[in-house]
């Protein structure tokens, strides 16, 4: 969470000349605010949506932006197994602004809520790495182009 998937994401996208898709994105269009369906409908309902958007848009040529829980689910990290995966990481110092004020629902407490999320999703967004920027210090823009120039290489 708070990484820059989308707006790194987008630029990629744009700098390769492929579509851009966000399920964060597709959800809401699709089912309403991320917050109302977890007070409403519960987080399982949430990542069924996401697992959906997610098979939906993966093995496509494009760039798609994932929510930071969408690898939790088994069927979803198949899916990831067989694509290139960009791990985009940031540091607590530097996500702790980024979040200030937000209205994630996962994130009652704050940065403590981030730290506890991330330890234990951490193995898997390594385990389904193909390469990994940080993003706490760079420019969206420079990210964005060592990512492009990175995918060019495999393509």
Known sequence: MA???????RRV???LGVPFTDTDRMI??????IPAIFESEGEDAFRA????????SVGKRSVVSLGGGAVLHPDTAT?????TVVYLTVSAEVV??????SNRPLLTDGIE????IFAERRPTYERLATATWDTSR??????????????RGRI
């Open 96 to 101: 702790r602004s980024r979040i200030a004020g």
């Open 79 to 83: 899916l990831l197994e067989s694509a």
């Open 28 to 33: 809401v269009s699709e089912h309403g605010p």
């Open 138 to 151: 760079l420019p969206i823009s420079r990210l964005a182009d060592e990512i492009a120039d990175w995918a």
């Open 13 to 15: 996208a744009r700098h």
């Open 113 to 116: 809520s981030w730290e506890r």
């Open 49 to 56: 949506y996401e697992r959906a958007a997610v098979a939906r």
């Open 3 to 9: 990484a820059g998937k989308s707006k790194i994401g």
